[in-house]
């Protein structure tokens, strides 16, 4: 058997089946609506950062906010919902997002073209006139999903590779696909993502593409409008939907949102537009804080990640305080002194295997402070005078709010947090007139939530889009019993690992009894899962890659996905995957 060992690697770790049930069910208004007149009465209602009205009422008409206050008479009409013990924020809004849109179709290893050095613009990601709404749909889970974290609104991108298509903003609610678009052809998303087995083949290669095409646009303009001005004795001009595409572009009619991944994509990408001219916004930015000084000189307008590095510490949050019978010092309180985390000392060299623990602990010292920098990323751009908002791209629904509060944890204030979901997002895309704060007149995008958004204590009642209600429940408790939870994750799973050299696929079997088998489309055999174990959310596993090395394999399951790592001595890769079948059958 011929395999790519780090290619094996990544799609052994799709095993996890889905194991919990969601924190938080929608009623998907089964029951028609009666009204379409809401007031929310007593709230504490925060209508934009740093503007708070303590018992106050909201009233939602035919999807607009007709009243805000605290002196407000409710209509006869209206469905009273008593929110005193409630706390009402503008609807967060995704600065930048494939949810609607559906994952793109497991495809064979891509077929190499007559002539790889000038492949057909589709088969090299490049494809700048893809209308994004051609490709929504309205029942797509990940509308839902990202509704219940809060979500009202989104400014959604197609996927893909180098210029995967123009982005639209979207109403994350609607029976009908035309129901869910609020505006269309928004954008032109730009990624730095190189084609496979084709030019462009490099991120080099992806800006020489980009050059040239804008270079032949603005020529095709030109020619363009000469035959408009006077076509006597001119060639009529040939159509290019790709040079067609950019013109809004090259007109600065259209910005760019150019997707980064680290430092010096930034980098790249910011000489790239000093040097065509184009309106660019820039998003990902997970090393930002590597080039605040360069973002400040650029004065581009930021959509930051919400894709945290994992905590690979082994520490938990929740952890309890040692036993009590463990007698330890204590400060002048009484309180146990909290431990300082150990730091990473770059001098440190190991010269006796007795010492191998110590170098152990100081490489994760290391990657902990690493973790931290990004951690800290948008306190560090709160500091530096940025305004900007958050995308969701990368990061699972069930992660978006989590991961702000960890933002919040570490240095960004509640209000920064708080603008970055609502106020800034909408005056960078453009909706600040309709988005954004609670203001009689607006779109009755509303969220209603137990407390502050940022205590992790805190759920999600209500959310409102466009006037329209989704009542959110608390998750019930049972069910969650080691057998349910392993039935839950029983039936055949699919799943797909990218690595370096191509996509990797394969299959997985779940039993009811937690055993099951793996394979892999460049294997011959079918491999047995053994140690396995279901632990709240998450399931690990092993398995003996055909004597090769032991694959160990940690997922975190939601729903009918599930993504997470695989790790042996040759490294570590990530893994995604969904479920085929029932987990009955």
Do not use: C
Not at 33 to 56: E, F, K
Not at 96 to 125: C, F, M, N, Q, T
Not at 239 to 266: G, Q, S
Request: aromatic share 6%.
């Amino acid at each position: 058997m011929t395999l790519q060992y780090g290619r094996i690697l990544l799609f052994t770790a799709l095993a996890a089946g889905p194991l919990a049930a969601q924190a938080q069910v929608d009623s998907g208004n089964e029951i028609p609506d009666v009204t379409r007149t809401y007031a929310l009465v007593g709230a504490q209602v925060v209508q934009a950062p740093g503007r708070i009205l303590a018992r106050a009422t909201v009233i939602i008409r035919d999807g607009l906010i007709t009243a805000v206050g605290t002196d407000v008479t409710v209509p006869f009409d209206a469905e009273r919902i008593a929110a005193d013990s409630f706390t009402v924020y503008a609807g967060f809004i995704d600065g930048l997002s494939h949810v609607g849109i559906p994952e793109l179709e497991e495809r064979e290893r891509p077929e190499r073209p007559d002539d790889p050095g000038y492949p057909p613009d589709e088969k090299a990601g490049i494809l700048p006139g893809l209308d994004v709404r051609t490709l929504l749909q309205a029942d797509e889970k990940s509308l839902a999903d990202l509704r219940k974290a809060g979500f009202t609104a989104a400014h959604v991108v197609p996927r893909g590779r180098m210029l995967p298509g123009t982005g639209a903003i979207i109403l994350l609610a609607g029976d009908k696909t035309n129901e869910l678009v609020y505006t269309g052809e928004t954008s032109l998303f730009a990624q730095l993502a190189s084609a496979r087995r084709m030019y462009p083949g490099t991120d080099m290669a992806v800006i020489a593409k980009m050059r040239q095409l804008f270079h032949e646009a603005e020529r095709r303009q030109r020619i363009e409008q000469l035959y408009a001005d006077d076509p006597t004795g001119i060639q009529r001009p040939s159509y290019d939907p790709t040079h067609y595409a950019l013109f809004p572009v090259i007109n600065k009619d259209r910005p760019v949102f150019f997707h980064t991944e680290d430092a010096l994509d930034v980098h790249r990408v910011l000489a790239l537009r000093n040097e065509l001219g184009f309106k660019a916004v820039l998003t990902g930015l997970n090393q930002s804080f590597d080039v605040i000084d360069k973002l400040k000189d650029a004065s581009v307008p930021l959509m930051l990640t919400l894709d945290l590095p994992e905590d690979k510490s082994g520490r938990k949050p929740d952890d309890k305080a040692p036993d009590s019978t463990e007698v330890k010092p204590t400060d002048t309180a009484g309180a146990l002194p909290e431990a300082p985390e150990p730091a990473y000392n770059p001098l440190l060299r190991v010269s006796d295997q007795k010492d191998l623990d110590a170098e152990t602990k100081n490489l994760e010292a290391r990657r902990d402070a690493e973790r931290k920098k990004y951690l800290r990323n948008a306190s560090a751009l709160d500091a530096a005078g940025f305004a900007f908002g958050f995308t969701t791209i990368d990061t699972k629904a069930r992660d978006v709010l989590p991961n702000v509060r960890t933002l919040v944890e570490n240095g960004l204030s509640e209000e920064a947090a708080l603008a970055a979901l609502t106020t800034n997002p909408a005056r960078i895309l453009g909706m600040s007139a309709t988005m954004g704060t609670i203001e009689e007149g607006k779109m009755g995008n509303l969220v209603v939530a137990t407390g502050s958004i940022f205590d992790k204590e805190t759920k999600i009642r209500y959310v409102f889009v466009d006037g329209r209600k989704f009542e959110l429940e608390a998750e019930k408790e049972d069910g969650k019993g080691s057998d349910s939870a392993a039935a839950a994750v029983a039936g055949t799973w699919s799943f797909t690992a990218a690595t370096p050299d191509g996509d990797v696929r394969g299959s997985l079997r779940i039993n009811d009894d937690l055993t099951g088998t793996i394979t892999l489309d460049i294997a011959d055999e079918e491999m047995d899962i053994t140690s396995v174990k279901l632990e709240d959310d998450v399931l690990s596993f092993s398995f003996d890659l055909d004597n090769f090395d032991i694959v160990s394999v940690s997922v975190t399951v939601s729903g009918d996905e599930f993504d997470g790592e695989a790790t042996s001595d040759a490294g570590s890769a990530t893994i995604s995957g969904k479920r085929l079948t029932d987990p009955k059958l």
